[in-house]
Nanobody, 119 residues
Framework: VQLQASGGGNVQAGGSLRLSCAASGSIIRINYMGWYRQAPGKQREFVARISSGGSTYVDDSVRGRFAISRDDAKNTAYLQMNSLRFEDTAVYFC??????????????WGQGTQVTVSS
């Protein structure tokens, strides 16, 4: 399974970005799709996830500003980020739990996409 993340970039505080994560490979079913982030000098932290049934959970630090969604026909998850703050600056990683042919349920990580918010 390969995860291709895109949509990162530079934005001023208060602006918006939309991240995408497209999964490809011998996928039978994707359970959870989610996003984590890692700021310089900090540990990777959870941002948001969405289940196969559409239930979402977002971290308190981004609740009300970020929204996660998915398009199962495209095996793609989205993270709409609004009202961005300087402290949202980080590398954002896509995370997927998928049922894969011959391997069962496994966790996969994307390569990360940089989000930089200038104050």
């Amino acid at each position: 399974v390969q995860l291709q993340a895109s949509g990162g970039g530079n934005v001023q505080a208060g602006g918006s970005l939309r991240l995408s994560c497209a999964a490809s490979g011998s996928i039978i079913r994707i359970n959870y799709m989610g996003w984590y982030r890692q700021a310089p000098g900090k540990q990777r932290e959870f941002v948001a996830r969405i289940s196969s049934g559409g239930s979402t959970y977002v971290d308190d630090s981004v609740r009300g500003r970020f929204a996660i969604s998915r398009d199962d026909a495209k095996n793609t998850a989205y993270l709409q980020m609004n009202s961005l703050r300087f402290e949202d600056t980080a590398v954002y990683f896509c995370n997927v739990w998928a049922f894969v042919t011959g391997l069962g349920m496994k966790e996969y990580w994307g390569q990360g996409t940089q989000v930089t918010v200038s104050s």
